[in-house]
């Protein structure tokens, strides 16, 4: 691993400027936070994915829950990244709302993401009478 450890003001400010760009849909912020070859985690599924994978992921995002906000955050830095818990809240395009927990820690270099790993429930991104298995 090459490059410098980021401060933890600026991993904080990092963290707000990241999940701002993904409330308001800036997929470019989004892109700009990270570096050139990120790791992504979620546990939902167990799998690393690469960058090109998580815009995807926020694609559906944009165009399923074009309202959504996180609330409650609270942010923490530690040497090398910081931890975000918060409540995310999305209104689906058909009117109903969404709202769960989650947590992300993340692994900055040179003041941008080198790794995040995701954890949350995704029991309420399934359609109303879908199994949980």
């Not at 600026?10 to 990241?18: C, E, G, P, S």
């Not at 050139?36 to 399923?64: C, R, S, Y």
Request: hydrophobic fraction near 40%.
């Amino acid at each position: 691993m090459t490059g410098s450890v980021t401060t933890p003001s600026a991993d904080v400010a990092l963290a707000r400027k990241f999940f701002d760009a993904i409330e308001t849909g800036d997929i470019q912020a989004v892109v700009d936070c990270y570096v050139d070859d990120p790791v992504i985690w979620h546990n939902t599924d167990g799998k690393e994915m690469a960058l090109a994978d998580q815009l995807a992921a926020l694609g559906f995002l944009d165009t399923q829950y074009p309202e959504r906000r996180f609330r409650n955050r609270r942010v923490s830095a530690f040497e090398g990244g910081f931890v975000q818990q918060h409540i995310f809240w999305g209104r689906h395009l058909d009117g109903h709302d969404i709202e769960f927990p989650a947590c992300v820690v993340c692994r900055t270099r040179d003041g941008r993401i080198e790794r995040l790993d995701e954890y949350l429930d995704s029991a309420p991104f399934r359609a109303p009478g879908e199994s949980q298995n």
